[in-house]
Each structure stands twice: as structure tokens, then as C-alpha cells.
């Protein structure tokens, strides 16, 4: 499981040309699914995500995480982020894992998510073309794969 995560001030998400969903202060996450990902990998990678600390105290210091500044949490469906280009130009999505095991998946990272983190969370829809949009803030961004544990 793969974890593209973004602070930011606001970020929204926009399907078939209609407001879907938008956060203010907290973190964009874009989730990828592989086909080997299981309960262990949401638990680690939600527990991970919400006690990571980007956002800054009392003396500008990136030192407090998204559950001590009431920030927000969006997540959002991502399977290009296990695209291979290690052959040709056109990137292969072999490693995304199929609908049938990666909604389930999507889901309950949302709600373990939730649980960890006591932040309000909203989504994207899965499999829709999204626009989103987002100011980041930082800029922080930051790659998590549950495969590595770093």
C-alpha cells in the first residue's frame, strides 16, 4: 500500500463537474492498492499517517501531527502510484490491485483512518475521474509504501 501524502490548507475534490468533497487545514492523502495489501498494511499505514508530525508548534517547528492542530483528512483513491515504467514509455498498472480487492481495502483504510487519526475524513469515489485541486502547504509531501515500513 502506497500513501501520497500532502499537507495542506484546503483541498477539494470535483466529480462530473460537482463539488464531491473539500477539507480545510490538514492532509491530502492519495492512496494506492496493491493486490498484496491486507488489514495489517491499513493499520500500520493509517497508525503511521496520523502520527506523522508535519505541521509546525508554538516555535515554527514541523513537531505536531494532524490530530493536535484540528485538521482534516481526505483520501483519495490513487492506483498510478504502483505504475511500472521500467519498460517503454507507457506506464503498466499490473501491481494495482483489481476493484473486487481494493474497494474493500479503500474502504476500511477510510475508517481505520478515522479511528486512528479523530479527524473528520472525507473521500473521493473510487474508480471516478476526480479533478482535485489543493494548496500545499510547505510544501510537505511524502511517500509511505507499507512494503518498506521507513
Not at 12 to 34: C, F, N, Q, T, Y
Not at 35 to 41: F, P, S, T, V, Y
Amino acid at each position: 500500500m502506497r500513501a501520497l501524502i500532502q499537507k495542506v490548507e484546503t483541498a477539494r475534490v470535483i466529480i462530473d463537474r460537482k463539488p464531491h468533497s473539500a477539507i480545510g487545514r490538514g492532509l491530502l492523502v492519495l492512496l494506492g492498492i496493491e493486490e498484496a495489501d491486507n488489514r495489517e498494511d491499513i493499520e500500520w499505514l493509517a497508525g503511521k499517517i496520523s502520527r506523522l508530525r508535519v505541521f509546525d508548534d508554538s516555535e515554527g517547528v514541523m513537531n505536531l501531527p494532524v490530530t493536535e492542530v484540528g485538521g482534516e483528512i481526505m483520501v483519495v483513491s490513487q492506483f498510478t502510484l504502483h505504475a511500472s515504467i521500467k519498460k517503454g514509455n507507457r506506464p503498466s498498472y499490473i501491481r494495482a490491485a483489481r476493484p473486487q480487492t481494493a474497494i474493500p481495502l479503500y474502504e476500511a483504510f477510510i475508517d481505520a483512518i478515522g479511528r486512528h487519526s479523530g479527524c473528520p475524513v472525507c473521500s473521493g469515489k473510487f474508480g471516478a475521474v476526480m479533478k482535485i485541486s489543493l494548496v500545499n502547504d510547505g510544501p510537505v509531501t511524502l511517500l509511505i509504501d507499507s512494503r518498506n515500513r521507513e
